[in-house]
């Protein structure tokens, strides 16, 4: 079975532009979470879809938003650019979002965003 | 609110020695906690969790942790370690109260010297 993939794994922009990150889980899962990993402020839940619906939201400004295709697929989307923006952000995909017992996440390898 | 607090940023430890990785949490329900591990430019991997049942949690690698509901602790463990366990540790929680978000501790770099 194939792995939590993430494309681009590694992509710079400048301040003020915006970018998308694309997350494809493992097939059958319908939940997918997103998470920016700073050496500063850590590992940070942003948010979590399922069934094309957010379903829960972590702290962070309105430029960072998201959304679930039919096919689970998700992508993030973080307009104008700031460089405290930089960071890893990480997928991660289960069947339930961790909702039941047996559920585990499984994480993608990131995508390494620099923003100049 | 949530909370996971891992007291050691970085444990050093030569190569066959036991390991301790120290972590805490703040939750007002039951919870699930996990301990995850990532290597150089890698996402992270599940290496254990807790749901409920014993207290003892054995997972990969070696790997086990022990749930202390009194001192609200998960304590990572692992009698004999290899330079290969060089990494950083994450443990975490969820819970219903967060909507089984997942809250991360800081991280513990955990550095194997032969």
């Known amino acids: 079975k194939a792995g939590v993939t993430q494309t681009p794994r590694y992509l710079i922009k400048t301040r003020g532009q915006q970018v998308t990150l694309s997350c494809s889980p493992i097939?059958?899962?319908?939940?997918v979470s997103w998470y920016q990993q700073t050496p500063g402020q850590g590992l940070q839940f942003l948010f979590e879809?399922?069934?094309?619906?957010?379903?829960n939201k972590g702290n962070f400004p309105g430029r960072f938003s998201g959304r679930q295709f039919s096919n689970s697929r998700s992508e993030m989307n973080v307009s104008t650019l700031e460089l405290g923006d930089s960071a890893l952000y990480l997928c991660?995909?289960?069947?339930?979002?961790?909702?039941?017992?047996?559920?585990?996440?499984?994480f993608g390898p990131g995508t390494r965003l620099t923003v100049l | 609110a949530q909370s996971v607090t891992q007291l050691d940023s970085q444990v050093p430890v030569f190569e066959e020695a036991p390991v301790e990785l120290r972590c805490n949490y703040s939750?007002?329900?039951?919870?699930?906690l996990f301990w995850y591990v990532q290597y150089p430019n890698q996402g992270l991997q599940l290496l254990l969790k807790?749901?409920?049942?014993?207290?003892l949690v054995k997972g990969i690698n070696g790997f086990e942790a022990e749930f202390n509901k009194s001192q609200t602790s998960f304590h990572l463990r692992k009698p004999s370690v290899h330079i290969s366990d060089t990494a950083e540790y994450f443990c975490?929680?969820?819970?219903?109260?967060?909507?089984?978000?997942?809250?991360f501790g800081a991280g513990t770099r955990l550095f194997v010297k032969a």
């Open positions: 939750s007002s329900v039951s919870v699930y």
């Open positions: 991660a995909s289960s069947f339930a979002g961790g909702r039941i017992s047996t559920d585990t996440q499984y």
């Open positions: 975490a929680v969820s819970d219903l109260a967060g909507g089984f978000k997942t809250i």
């Open positions: 879809y399922f069934s094309e619906t957010q379903r």
């Open positions: 097939s059958g899962h319908r939940s």
């Open positions: 807790y749901l409920s049942g014993s207290t």
